[in-house]
């Protein structure tokens, strides 16, 4: 059984207990001392090729803010043009089930469904984002993917995020706003009709304000996704720091 305890979701109230909710199959170890900033320690999450790393980064009232202001500031990709709204898969195009854009540095460059994009300018809420994550992380982003899910019924399908467009072993930083929501690890040998092993699937709880740290190999051999959760009826914001190669151009 999972919690998700008040004090992370949007309009709770104050609990008592911190840190991410590590479920089935995944080893919580003890969280590490807590820094000497008075910040909540991290919480360790650790399975075969599963390296993560897990905890509140920003404080209720900051993450209010920040989610009121990504709410404002943000601009999400229409539809218009070729755009990432639509998504292949056996041969008909659907619109995803959220809404999506990147910002990042303005040198770089994306492909997404074989389409190449460029990223909008940084704007100052995503800077303060990445500031913080940076300062407390000692990892620098060049690139971010922002996802919004209107309510439970929006969600991501299982995925690994494409390595060939992130520096190598380069970690990818996750910070959720808003409604809590589950968020699933599946191991790449125990999927579908053709696994080869059982491996438990490994299931988080991200809460409002918090921060995801998922390293190298976990990317590797872990696939992820945020499923439909019907009874959750408020959005959340997810924002995924990477760090994409720059390429030098022709
Ligand atoms: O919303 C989330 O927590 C997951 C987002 C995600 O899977 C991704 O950006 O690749």
């Known amino acids: ?19 991410a909710q590590a479920g089935e199959g995944g080893e919580r170890r003890p969280p590490s001392p807590a820094p000497p900033s008075g910040q909540p320690p991290w919480q360790e999450i650790r399975a075969e ?11 209720k009232a900051e993450a209010d803010e920040i989610f009121q202001r990504l709410e404002e500031e943000v601009e999400y990709f229409k539809g218009k043009g070729r755009e990432m709204t639509k998504l292949h898969v056996f041969g008909k195009w659907h619109d995803i089930p959220r809404k999506q854009v990147t910002y990042g540095d303005p040198e770089l460059t994306y492909t ?14 995503l800077n303060r984002i990445r500031d913080r994550i940076a300062l407390d ?31 190598p072993r380069s970690p990818i930083a996750s910070v959720s706003f808003g409604a809590c929501r589950d968020f699933v690890f599946r191991h790449c040998d125990s999927r579908g009709k053709n696994a080869t092993r059982h491996m438990k699937p490994i299931k988080l709880q991200l809460a409002h304000g918090s921060l995801l740290m998922m390293k190298y190999p976990t990317n590797v051999y872990w696939y992820h996704s945020l499923p439909i959760r019907k009874r959750v009826l408020a959005p959340r914001i997810n924002l995924t720091f990477r760090k994409v190669m720059t390429v030098a151009k022709k």
């Open 1 to 19: 059984p999972l919690l998700c305890y008040k004090r992370h979701q949007l309009g709770g109230r104050g609990g008592k207990k911190e840190g």
């Open 49 to 59: 090729g599963l390296n993560c790393d897990y905890r509140l980064l920003f404080g």
């Open 112 to 125: 997404y469904s074989g389409v190449t994009f460029s990223p909008k300018p940084w704007i100052p809420v």
């Open 137 to 167: 992380t000692g990892h620098t982003f060049n690139f971010v993917l922002i996802n919004r899910y209107k309510d439970g019924g929006d969600h991501i399908g299982e995925h690994r995020d494409d390595e060939r467009e992130l520096v």
